[in-house]
């Protein structure tokens, strides 16, 4: 159980063009999805709380201009990176909470990522 | 602010050397701490939740021990298959976590 399904793994855009990412709990509902990014060797930072129904969250330094959010369901949340330059490639990551576990101190399940490349 | 700082960086074990990572948290109110193993490409994988000092959990080789200070991941006589990097944690009563930089494990044949 717990399942996150995050396409697509890998992308390559040019820059100035926009990718959407996609992030799917498949055999739960979540209230909450949080976004990551994640560079080599280091640890994952987050980007953004998804919150199904309203306005996402983002963490100080976060152009929420750049990285759109949008949770429409209790079970889909993208993320569409605007205007992509190199800078942006990166790992990005999206995670989920079980709505019918515990708020604060239940686990949360990881997508496999998306490895975004900018040329 | 809080913060987890996870030692060794890296590990180089042989099959069957048993050994244990470590993970030092600074939170204000633990909430919870969850051991998370990550393959190369992927996301993480959940593996344990601690929430209170002197807890234990068990999952195959691996054994996951808390003190107020600090948990360790210990790994008995770890199997090649069991090479990844090892995540830890921390939630304070928000709905984030705060993860540390993690060990990379790599057991030899």
């Known amino acids: 159980g717990a399942v996150v399904s995050q396409h697509p793994s890998r992308v390559i855009c040019k820059s100035g063009t926009s990718v959407k990412i996609e992030c799917r709990s498949l055999d739960f509902q979540a209230t909450t999805m949080f976004w990551y990014r994640q560079f080599p060797k280091q640890s994952l930072m987050l980007m953004a709380t998804?919150?199904?129904?309203?306005?996402?969250?983002?963490e100080q330094g976060v152009e929420k201009d750049k990285f759109l959010i949008n949770h429409a369901s209790l079970t889909l949340s993208t993320l569409t990176v605007t205007s992509a330059h190199p800078e942006d490639s990166s790992f990005y990551i999206c995670?989920?909470?079980?709505?019918?576990?515990?708020?604060?101190?239940?686990?949360?399940?990881f997508g496999n990522g998306t490895r975004l490349t900018v040329t | 602010e809080d913060q987890v700082t996870q030692s060794p960086e890296a590990l180089r074990l042989q099959e069957g050397e048993s050994s244990s990572l470590n993970c030092s948290y600074t939170?204000?109110?633990?909430?919870?701490l969850f051991w998370y193993r990550q393959d190369p490409g992927k996301g993480p994988e959940f593996l344990f939740t601690l929430y209170s000092a002197g807890e234990e959990k068990e999952k195959e080789r691996l054994k996951a021990t808390l003190t107020k200070k600090e948990s360790f991941l210990h790994i008995t006589a770890p199997k090649p298959e069991d090479s990844a990097t090892y995540l830890c944690a921390v939630t304070s009563g928000y709905s984030t976590l705060t993860f540390g930089k993690g060990t990379m494990l790599l057991v030899s044949p």
């Open positions: 998804s919150n199904e129904g309203s306005k996402a969250t983002y």
């Open positions: 995670s989920a909470r079980d709505r019918g576990q515990g708020v604060y101190n239940s686990p949360l399940h």
């Open positions: 939170v204000s109110g633990l909430r919870g």
